[in-house]
């Protein structure tokens, strides 16, 4: 199954105004999927449910987004500033002010896409 994210960025909020237009489409995670990207990320579940840390959170951070590129199927992003294009994961790794939108899809694949929330 595949889901069309749209990131935070594109979105006005009480704090910014939007600073993308578009999404990317992400495949979903199977729960086995999900839980060796985890185990990728240097993130551990200890027997009572509680999440360590293997690492500093940037590397912890990088091994996120590195391992969810697998999951990219398609990137339609584009810069309101300068109406600049993203094409692609490897677009948007390129252009420190993608960063954000990179690390919330990590988030999104760890934590699991609910269809119902997005």
Known sequence: ???EFIPSVCKDSEEAKASFS???KVQVPS???RYQFIEDCG???A????VSRKGSNFSIIRNMVKASEKFYKG??????????EFKSFADLSMDPDCDSILI?????IRNGFRPSQK
């Open 22 to 24: 578009g999404s990317v």
């Open 75 to 84: 990137v339609e992003m584009k810069r309101l500033s300068d109406g600049k």
């Open 31 to 33: 729960f086995d999927e």
């Open 104 to 108: 919330e899809v990590a988030k999104e």
């Open 1 to 3: 199954m595949q889901v």
């Open 47 to 50: 027997d009572d449910g509680g």
């Open 43 to 45: 993130i551990d579940v």
